[in-house]
């Protein structure tokens, strides 16, 4: 029932910037905390950047500064603005949903229910 969509992924130099976006239905997207994750090849997933229904928001040490994300509830959308890229930002960028726990948790990917498919990110040097 639930659907995440993410679009906005591509080849980009280093020092360049692109817009992710995700697409969300089948949920209340005003009442759900959201997050975006990365997986690069041979690598774990890892937290990137997460905005609560408050939109408060919480990121990562490695883009802090570089990346910010929003949400448009109207829409049903949240994005990840990717500035300043880097090599080792490539990865395949997953947008996730129905988040449950505390914000303490919020980086933890086994709290969100519901998972995108992913789009690609590849900076080059």
């Known amino acids: 029932q639930v659907q995440l969509v993410e679009s906005g992924g591509g080849l980009v130099q280093a020092g360049g910037s692109l817009r992710l976006s995700c697409a969300a239905s089948g949920l209340t997207f005003s009442v759900n905390n959201m997050g975006w994750f990365r997986q690069a090849p041979g690598k774990k997933r890892e937290f990137v950047a997460a905005?609560?229904?408050?939109?408060?928001?919480y990121y990562a040490d490695s883009v802090k500064g570089r990346f910010t994300i929003s949400r448009d509830n109207a829409k049903n959308t949240v994005s990840l603005q990717m500035n300043s890229l880097k090599p080792e930002d490539t990865a395949v960028y997953y947008c996730a949903a129905g988040f449950r726990g505390t914000i303490a948790t919020m980086s933890t990917g086994d709290r969100y229910r519901n998972w995108g498919q992913g789009t690609q990110v590849t900076v080059s040097s």
């Open positions: 905005m609560t229904w408050s939109e408060s928001t």
